[in-house]
């Protein structure tokens, strides 16, 4: 089982998503900006993977920067994007390689699918 | 002997000397046929003067270019008399000028110069006896005698008429290629876009004032320079005009222009080719429109979609993180309920992403949204592990995006159906289809499942699924093709209404 840290500015959507996961066996950390996630990447905690929302809150882009960010500090980090918005060049090139990437809205199967992809790739 | 000798010396002196005065006398009469054939010229006006100027020959010439007879002019008049006073008068001032002596206004200014023994040949306008007028190139010499004193002087004129006339119609086409010029170049310094044009290998030959201010370049610093030098990106700049080469034209081709001061403009470049009269290519044409407005406005717009696309996508989230979460307390047998309605949910968000990729967002292509529906629901309803596969068959047809909505509602039902009953054994396959029939297009799912009989045991939960596809279908204006028998599988034939939006007339939404 892993730690994953989850990233959404919706409270509901962040709460379903944890509830989700942690049925699943997973243990869950949440932040709703990139400050908040920062901080947790930062700690001692330990932190397996990334679950983020790319548009978080005033940042268009923020969730690409975040998964940049987190993994200078986390090298062998996973990591999951989420977004309903399409996915334009730009966003593209702001990606992770190897990065899992889930469009809203997701089932709670999708969710399962893309969250084992992850782990296990 | 003695006289012999003399008397032969004495005939050869005569031999001698008649020789010399034969010689002489031809000379005489081989000037003379000379002068005779010059003063009875007729293209030439030959007036000869005493001292005074006072006229003592007028030629054939001058009688056929003056209209006066020689009698009315010999011992008369002299040439002044004839020529335009005014032309007089002024020559006289200038020449007074020139060689700072007082030139009185006549006859001596006509002759001055000749008579300084300078050689002298003027335009003057002669006057002829009806009183009309005529250019002439006047040549002057001073007839002398022996003592080298001046007798008399010899003017000799041209009719200037015929070079004038041509003079004044050189003029003409000078002063009407000067206007042509002028016109040409205000219509281009007139333009609001920046102009430009280069040559083959890229080097600017000309630009308007327009494109000085987009550089914050002069023109002779942009003359002669490279094109690809005020942008932000040359390379791209450069394979522009590679293009417009290769292509002939390149229309709506964005560049950022650079200025010396660093300010960026974003412009959108059309260009042509152009040639010299052989059709030999001789460079570039283009035409800069700054369009930092327009993609402001495209940003803003673009930010705005995200804005809503975010949004909507989040409610929509909500709701099945909803359904989840209802779903987690609900008896296994209704889960799949549950399940069928986050699927229709996932088929209301895939097409608004369809819409959101399409730039303007007028037409939703149908058949790549129906892989997306498949795609979604073999995600959803199916996961990686099924049997069962959806394939998808399209002609490339568009509908609206008011239709689209019902159109994949429709489809997402019918497939449903088709994955939850016609395969028991839980492997097959379900295809997807629409393509033009006559003048409606068909909308067919077929599976090579157990068939409608099988199915039609099943009671409830499915009646849902057909009262909606029958809402769908009116909503659509369409009709339900009665099933024919078959073997195995099941087949829907739904024919709907041209949806279609004229070939050429729309953009893809999902190209």
Known sequence: MAVILIVEDDVFIREIAEMMIQDWGHQTLTASDVDEALLLLRSDLPIDALFTDIYLKAAVLGGCDLARQALVLRPNLRVLYTTGNSITEKMKALLIEEAHFLRKPYTQHQLQDSVNNMLTA | ??????????????????????HAEEALLKAGALQRAILNSANFSSIATDAKGVIQIFNVGAERMLGYTAAEVMNKITPA????????????????????????????????????????????????KDGSRFPAVVSVTALRDAQDAIIGYLLIGTDNTARKLVEAEQEKLDQRLRDQQFYTRSLIESNIDALMTTDPSGIITDVNKQMEALTGCTRDELIGAPFKGHFTDPARAEAAIKLVLGQKKVTDYELTACARDGKQTVVSYNATTFYDRGRKLQGVFAAARDVTERKQRELDALSLTNEISHRIKNNLQVIVGLIAYEAKWTAAPCVQGYKTMQARIGAIAQLYDLISQSSRGRTVAVDAYLREIAKAMSASLLGNMSGIKIEVEGEPVEIDPERAVPFGLLVNELTTNAIKHAFPHGSGNIKLCVEKVGDQIELVVSDDGVGMKEKDSVKSPEKRGSDYVAIFVRQLGGTIVPSQPQATGTTVRIQLPMLLVPSGGADRAAA
């Open chain 2, 81 to 128: 008399d004839i020529s335009d006073s005014q032309e007089v008068i002024a020559r006289a001032k200038a020449l007074s000028i020139e060689l700072g002596t007082a030139i009185t206004p006549g006859f001596d200014a006509l002759v001055f110069k000749a008579s300084r023994g300078i050689e002298d040949i003027y335009e003057l306008t002669y006057i002829r």
């Open chain 2, 1 to 22: 002997m003695r006289n012999a000798n003399r008397e032969t010396r004495v005939a050869v002196s005569e031999h001698a000397d008649n020789t010399a005065r034969e």
